[in-house]
């Protein structure tokens, strides 16, 4: 079992940054693959990012490729999504995930066993 909690979202304008972060407590992240999805208003949930259990192979939906950096530290327990370039298209709530360590590019939610509560990214124009 593992707890996620996001924070680092608010509001911003086009064109500036973010960083969010996921940290997990109750097992060593480092037992999971994780990762980043979002939900606009009125949206299906989509896939962001993804980080294999050691940070080696990341993955990304072609929308944030190039803006969009995820990371991890094993040792503080915590994923990070370096957002640029935001664009108000980018506005959502975004979840962090935890999966199983021999997940591969997983980009559908239901691979993913845990999330966290969200955290609101608002970007004006």
């Known amino acids: 079992q593992v707890e996620l909690v996001e924070s680092g979202g608010g509001l911003v304008q086009a064109g500036d940054s973010l960083r969010l972060s996921c940290t997990a407590s109750g097992r060593a992240s480092s037992s999971y693959t994780m990762g980043w999805f979002r939900q606009a208003p009125e949206k299906d949930r989509e896939f962001v990012a993804y980080s294999s259990w050691n940070g080696d192979s990341t993955y990304y939906t072609d929308s944030v490729k190039g803006r969009f950096a995820i990371s991890r530290d094993n040792a503080k327990n915590t994923v990070y999504l370096q957002m640029n370039s935001l664009r108000p298209e980018d506005t959502a709530v975004y979840y962090c995930?935890?999966?199983?360590?021999?997940?591969?590019?997983?980009?559908?939610?239901?691979?993913?066993?845990?999330w966290g509560q969200g955290t609101q990214v608002t970007v004006s124009s």
């Open positions: 995930v935890a999966g199983p360590r021999w997940l591969w590019r997983a980009t559908d939610s239901s691979e993913y066993d845990y």
